[in-house]
């Protein structure tokens, strides 16, 4: 028996079902273009002694595992990998986004960042309605200056670091830097990207930086250079924040916005008063272990936390990953996470968001009740957990899309970080600005500002941070050490990525590689979701007869996984479906 073996075998069963998972791999179909990575035939996790971190790129990960031999915090990897991600894999993170960040040290315990954008001073509730009062197409609000928030991730990442950063702030940047002057081979999947995008060419410097002088994508290996962003990031490593929310990039922000064809509202007001929170984290139980996510405004911790509570009454350790009776008694729970999920998540700083109540495990015993464990009950309505009443907000639903990255990085310390930032949609507003791309966040609030004369609790409104499925998370033993660090990336996806890793790991007890291999499926309170073409189309028919009604559609994830080992140092598992790599020492 292999070493891994022996670290998460759990007896004949556990056997089972890496063998159910390896043969269904093996009959899956290649993934389509845009998931191949060149690790598609990785099966079996990485091992480091020391230190770790898990990113969607090889560039990046290389950078932060080089910041933890330098003898850098978890936080440090993370801020230094992410510079790298931003120059490498523009479309789905960097300086114009944000993201929410989770640690934990010895010290302070677990600590939660939240860097989401946030709404100019002069948004309004109608702000994505056209004159006839409808929303407008989703293609048409994106790739404008209305849907760009101020950016929060080089704030949120500077607070960090000031509380659990071990390296200078301005030594973080010089990865990135180096990578910028020097160029860097464009990927496969940069370019498969590029090759499927309409939007980014109408702005000028996004068509110099991306596209041949015929409009053709850079083709792959193509050196890319980004003098540009290695000179804003000089900028935020001398002044920190400062560099970036005031002075000629500030300038240059509000300006590309107020400008673009279709003008957003931002200002140097709107930039130099942004503020990162740090908010308490949400934790809960499940079995032996607390499971600790994000808070609002994000809805990932909450619904994370919803779908295992949902789940406990049920024994799924006797239940293989890939069966019919996994995917519906998971898809259940989800459908119920998801109706609470649209109506009661949004900015608590505005918002009165039941957090508690909707994690407590007595509402989620009493909620579980309505999974049949054989028929599907079809789109659930929300509850009403204690002191809250149903009718007090509208239904959200509002779009999120999955261009998004995830970090995760443990070091020599046994310190751990789980974050997770994004511009939202593929390159996001299609708005660059000295080297790197605004995000459209504000589209995550919901277009329609109420329903059917209720007010939707995640509508816009000045200042306000939209709400976001982003789950980082950080799983602790009952002794309160952390020993798995998980997220992923995927538009309101995530929060099934995130909560079927989390069963994987801890009911499956399988392997981190194993667990981010597996085919997804799961349902947003709409139809039950397969992974197209990895296997899943024999559950199809079997989910129809429980009345469940089916979709196969692509599923890119990007989740990445690093578990503390019993006898020492950690193991790592990056998705196949997209370029991550796992690095150490």
């Known amino acids: 028996m292999s070493v891994l073996s022996k670290v998460f075998a759990h007896g004949r069963l556990a056997s089972l079902m890496l063998a159910l998972w390896a043969t269904s791999v093996a009959h899956a179909e290649a993934p389509p273009p845009e998931a191949a990575s060149g690790l598609a035939s990785v099966t079996q996790p990485v091992a480091f002694d020391h230190a770790m971190i898990v990113t969607a790129n090889p560039l990046a990960s290389d950078a932060g595992a080089a910041i933890l031999r330098q003898g850098g915090s978890a936080v440090d990897a993370l801020i230094a990998a992410q510079w790298v991600l931003g120059l ?7 300086l114009g986004g944000g993201g929410f960040l989770l640690s934990h040290t010895a010290r302070d315990g677990v600590q939660s960042w939240d860097g989401r954008e946030t709404a100019p001073a002069q948004a309004r509730p109608d702000r994505f309605l056209d004159d006839a009062g409808q929303p407008l197409p989703f293609a048409e609000a994106v790739a404008s200056g209305k849907a760009v928030g101020a950016p929060g991730l080089v704030a949120m990442l500077y607070a ?23 160029g860097f081979a464009v990927s496969p999947r940069l370019h498969v990207l590029l090759s499927k995008e309409t939007r980014l060419q109408a702005d000028p410097q996004a068509r110099r930086y991306f596209f041949t002088a015929d409009g053709q994508p850079q083709p792959v290996g193509s050196v890319l250079r980004n003098p ?20 000629p990039v500030a300038a240059d922000m509000v300006r590309a916005v107020q400008h673009h064809p279709t003008p957003g509202d931002l200002t140097l007001a709107d930039l130099a008063g942004y503020q990162p929170r740090q908010r308490a984290p949400l934790c809960g139980p499940y079995r032996r272990w607390q499971i600790c996510g994000m808070g609002a405004p994000s809805s990932g911790g909450v619904a994370v936390l919803q779908i295992l509570g949902l789940l406990a009454r049920f024994d799924l350790s006797q239940t293989p990953p890939l069966s019919a009776d996994a995917a519906h008694l998971y898809s259940e729970a989800g459908r119920l996470a998801f109706a609470d999920r649209e109506r009661y998540l949004a900015d608590p700083d505005q918002v009165a968001v039941p957090q508690a109540a909707l994690v407590s495990p007595a509402y989620l015993a009493a909620r579980s009740q309505l999974i049949d464990p054989i028929s599907s009950h079809g789109p659930a309505r929300a509850g009403e957990p204690d002191g809250v009443q149903l009718s007090a907000w509208g239904r959200d639903q509002s779009p999120e899309l999955p261009s998004t990255t995830h970090l995760v990085a443990f070091d020599r310390h046994g310190n751990a970080a789980s974050m997770t930032s994004s511009v939202e949609d593929a390159f996001g507003s299609r708005i660059m600005v000295r080297g790197f791309l605004l995000n459209n966040q504000l589209t995550d609030f919901s277009f329609r500002p109420d329903d059917q004369g209720v007010p939707v609790a995640n509508r816009v409104a000045p200042g306000k941070r939209p709400r976001s ?57 709409g139809p039950t979701e397969l992974e ?21 559609l692509p599923m890119t994830s990007g989740t990445s996984i690093a578990v503390r080992r019993p006898e020492g140092g950690y193991l790592g598992g990056a998705d196949p479906r997209r370029e991550g790599k796992v690095a150490g020492y």
């Open 532 to 552: 197209a073409d990895r296997g899943l189309e024999a559950l199809a028919d079997t989910l129809r007869q429980r009345g469940h009604v089916v979709k196969l």
């Open 160 to 182: 960090a670091h000031r509380q659990q950063g071990r390296l200078p702030w301005a030594a973080l940047a010089q990865p990135a830097i180096r990578l910028a002057e020097r």
């Open 469 to 525: 499925a982003m789950s980082p998370t950080l799983v602790l033993d009952d002794q309160g050490k952390v020993q798995m660090a998980v997220g992923s990336p995927g538009g309101s996806l995530i929060i099934h990525y995130v909560a079927r890793s989390l069963l994987a790991l801890t009911e499956w007890q399988l392997d981190p590689q194993a667990v981010v291999n597996l085919p997804h499926y799961g349902s947003r309170n």
């Open 88 to 94: 490498v894999e523009p479309q789905s993170s960097g």
């Open 228 to 247: 540009a962003y290695a000179n804003t990031l000089r900028r935020i490593a001398r002044q920190g924040p400062a560099g970036f929310y005031r002075g």
